[in-house]
């Protein structure tokens, strides 16, 4: 079946550090890949998207690269910020007939001090 | 659009009531998903249905929930009767199954307590 699997949280950086959440996955056929990120009390928000391989989705400063050879979708950020603090989710969607269903990963909490 | 909407955004009940949640999908979304969210548990998903018919109903986690999706633009999700364990929050989403990926887009969420 379908997963992704993040890196284990939580995460806590400094203001302007660097920022990797790793986010592998496994599916049959051609995943699109997502991140989405939850504010506190808030909903899930998409943060960015990639639809093919080798396809780089950016956001905010956000970045992640779809890499097939790797199954792997991994999400960057060269200087986070404590607006950053959030919880990250990796997301897949399969396609086919899945009806739009996206499978998540576990989350990552982030926490950024000033 | 004003997005997904949920309703209420915090339930207090007590054991063994009956729990209504509410949502309203954006309108033209065909596929609608209920999650649910806890510390130990994560993200869930409980339920979705596709063009207001159920897909795929099992990851709910007992008969004592139940959905239904009586028109393009409602949905319900109830608890009857609820328990301490239910407390959690639950997210609706919904999203168009079409051309390219189909991102999906979060309500709020209700924050459901059981006493």
């Known amino acids: 079946g379908n997963s992704v699997t993040q890196m284990e949280g939580p995460v806590t950086l400094s203001e302007e550090a660097f920022l990797t959440i790793n986010c592998t996955y496994t599916?049959?056929?051609?995943?699109?890949l997502f991140w989405y990120v939850q504010y506190p009390g808030e909903g899930l928000q998409l943060l960015l998207k990639a639809t093919k391989a080798d396809d780089k989705g950016s956001n905010k400063g956000f970045e992640a690269t779809y890499r097939k050879e790797t199954t792997s979708f991994h999400l960057e950020k060269g200087s986070v910020q404590v607006s950053d603090s959030a919880v990250y989710f990796c997301?897949?969607?399969?396609?086919?007939?899945?009806?739009?269903?996206?499978?998540f990963g576990q989350g990552t909490i982030l926490t950024v001090h000033p | 659009d004003a997005g997904v909407i949920q309703s209420p955004r915090h339930e207090v009940t007590e054991m063994g009531q009956e729990v209504t949640l509410r949502c309203k999908p954006i309108s033209g979304h065909n596929s609608l998903f209920w999650y649910r969210q806890t510390m130990m548990r994560g993200l869930e998903l409980l339920i979705y249905f596709n063009n207001n018919v159920p897909i795929d109903d099992s990851g709910m986690p007992e008969d004592r929930f139940s959905a239904k999706m009586p028109n393009a633009s409602f949905s319900t999700l109830k608890i009857q009767p609820s328990e301490p364990r239910d407390s959690a929050v639950y997210f609706c989403a919904s999203s168009f199954r079409g051309q390219g990926s189909t991102e999906a887009f979060f309500g709020q969420g209700t924050r459901l307590t059981v006493v």
């Open positions: 997301a897949l969607h399969a396609g086919g007939t899945s009806y739009g269903k996206l499978t």
């Open positions: 599916a049959t056929g051609y995943p699109s």
